[in-house]
């Protein structure tokens, strides 16, 4: 099938031309033709399958063509809720590459910065709006926001909100949209509070379901190293050595772990950044911009990114920890072999670290292959006392991620 397939206008036949958009995957596929006839969506999705574009092609199709901008200030009309400032980042470029043909305008509010130029954006008028749940509270309760004529709802990620406990901010952004609305939902993995949330704003859904989260992409070559924890460092450098790790996203659990280890891998002349909550939001924008360009070639990152980045023929991912609940596994590797492509997802696993294989395992339906020959091998043969392991921090909650170093200036 062809994106000329799916009754598509010109305007945005032509942006999708000019990103070198051909073929829809599966849920763009599946999703278009229904949001375009005005159904609500409730989509199961994991990441890399393309669904910012399933449901911001057809949004802006329905607002340009039912109901075009009328002279004098715009109010939103269509409302993008997503849990995180770099997906936020990412949605808002593709409406704008997307809508670049259409006399629509859109804007993006997060948290961490200066309120300022996103309220003189929002003052110019928005048709379209992209939006973190803290921030876009914080606009509502300052008046500053009205959600009276919002026709598009969609709810991006939905279960990673739930993880941040995002969900009471965006229950209350819901209670401020019309009853009359078209809504659109989507998540990657359905625990029975999204469940719920679904059945209590969609009206008889169409449902899409790709690639439930429990899979790994075909195209993602897994290999997984047992090592001692305090060799993880020197096998990381001994893998980097290869040539074909072009460019690699490094996953730790902790941001203070992402410093260290960008500081051990800086030491061994590894151009990498990390990129975290602590980071301001031009640090982090900087560091990703220069990983996107191949300036640099390592990027640490917390799970905060791990649905956040969008990056073309990225060749590799590491997870340096592996994470403690399973289904971030499968999105962290899934920044890699995305749209098709291959890539390869390495795990450096200690002793401590074996339930969470398990448990990883268990959920992928399958063992990771092991490689066995490497200079590092695990030696260690029982648990690490509890006495002698880290204290681990409590997770960040919503406002927390949003609100650190307020004072960076981002462009409106």
């Known amino acids: 099938m062809q994106f000329t397939e799916l009754n598509l206008i010109p305007s945005i036949l032509k942006a999708l031309e000019h990103e070198n958009y051909t073929e829809p995957t599966p849920i763009q596929q599946q999703a278009i033709p229904p949001i375009l006839s005005g159904k609500d969506l ?3 999705a ?18 340009h063509k039912n109901n075009a901008p009328k002279p004098g200030r715009r109010n939103i009309r269509a409302l993008v809720i997503t849990p995180t400032r770099e997906l936020a980042l990412q949605i808002y470029e593709n409406f704008c590459a997307y809508g670049k043909y259409l006399p629509l305008k859109c804007a993006v509010i997060f948290g961490g910065v200066s309120q300022k130029p996103q309220e003189i954006a929002l003052q110019k008028g928005v048709d379209i709006l992209v939006a973190t749940p803290g921030r876009l509270n914080d606009l509502i309760q300052q008046k500053l926001i009205d959600l009276k004529d919002v026709e598009l709802l969609i709810l991006d990620e939905a279960d ?8 009471h901010d965006v229950k209350k952004i819901i209670a401020k949209t019309p009853s009359q609305r078209q809504t659109l939902l989507f998540s990657a993995t359905m625990p029975s509070a999204i469940a719920q949330m679904a059945d209590s704003i969609l009206k008889n859904p169409v449902k899409v379901t790709i690639t439930p989260v429990s899979s790994t992409v075909d195209a993602i070559g897994q290999r997984l190293y047992f ?55 031009g640090a982090r924008q900087t560091a990703l911009q220069n990983f996107k360009n191949r300036t640099l070639r390592v990027l640490v990152a917390t799970d905060i990114a791990a649905r956040g980045i969008d990056i073309d023929e990225l060749s590799h991912v590491i997870n340096y920890e592996l994470p403690n609940i399973p289904e971030t596994y499968v999105h962290r590797i899934g920044r890699t072999g995305r749209a098709g492509q291959s890539g390869v997802a390495i795990s450096l696993c200690d002793f401590d670290e074996k339930p969470y294989l398990a448990d990883i395992e268990k959920l992928i339906g399958k ?46």
Request: positive net charge.
């Open 46 to 63: 994991q990441t890399g399958t393309g669904k910012t574009a399933a449901f911001a092609i057809p949004t802006l199709q329905l607002l």
């Open 160 to 167: 990673r909100m739930l993880d941040m406990g995002f969900i």
């Open 367 to 412: 063992r990771i292959p092991v490689i066995k020959d490497h200079p590092y091998p695990m030696t260690q043969t029982a648990p690490t006392p509890k006495e002698a392991q880290p204290v681990r921090p409590p997770r960040n909650k919503g406002k927390e991620l949003e609100r650190v170093k307020p004072k960076v200036k981002v462009k409106g």
């Open 42 to 44: 409730l989509g199961c």
């Open 227 to 281: 090592v001692d924890k305090g060799n993880k460092k020197d096998l990381l450098l001994h893998l980097l050595k290869d040539s074909s790790i072009e460019s690699a996203i490094v996953f730790t659990r902790t941001k203070h772990g992402a410093d260290r280890l960008v500081r051990h891998l800086t030491k061994a002349q590894v151009s990498a950044k990390a990129i975290h909550g602590d980071k301001s939001q």
